[in-house]
């Protein structure tokens, strides 16, 4: 069973740092695509990043150049290291992979980053 646990979320200031790291269980890691999503209150998800078994990424353009996505196989985590926050990057950031053709998602965590 794939499990994807998030973590790192917490009250930010604008303009402030975060790292939210993902931890993966139960796939064989470094063969899969990973993604960041994020649900802001009131609105649909959106996908923020992904990044591909051999590293390669992409990025919403809300939030290029800011964030950045990368991976560590050694310990099946992948991080979203968010750079210049600002008040609407306020939301559940969630983790986000496919296997066997079956989606997993992580269960969320909350940034909230204040003006």
């Known amino acids: 069973q794939v499990q994807l646990v998030e973590s790192g979320g917490v009250l930010v200031q604008a303009g402030g740092s975060l790292r939210l790291p993902c931890a993966a269980s139960g796939t064989l890691f470094s063969t899969n695509f990973m993604h960041w999503y994020r649900q802001a209150p009131g609105k649909q998800r959106e996908f923020v990043a992904l990044?591909?078994?051999?590293?390669?990424?992409n990025y919403a353009d809300s939030v290029e150049g800011r964030f950045t996505i990368s991976r560590n196989n050694a310990n099946n985590t992948v991080y979203l290291q968010m750079n210049s926050l600002r008040p609407e990057d306020t939301a559940v950031y969630y983790c986000?992979?496919?296997?066997?053709?079956?989606?997993?998602w992580g269960k969320g965590t909350l940034v909230t980053v204040s003006s």
């Open positions: 986000y992979t496919l296997v066997s053709l079956m989606n997993y």
């Open positions: 990044i591909s078994s051999s590293g390669k990424t």
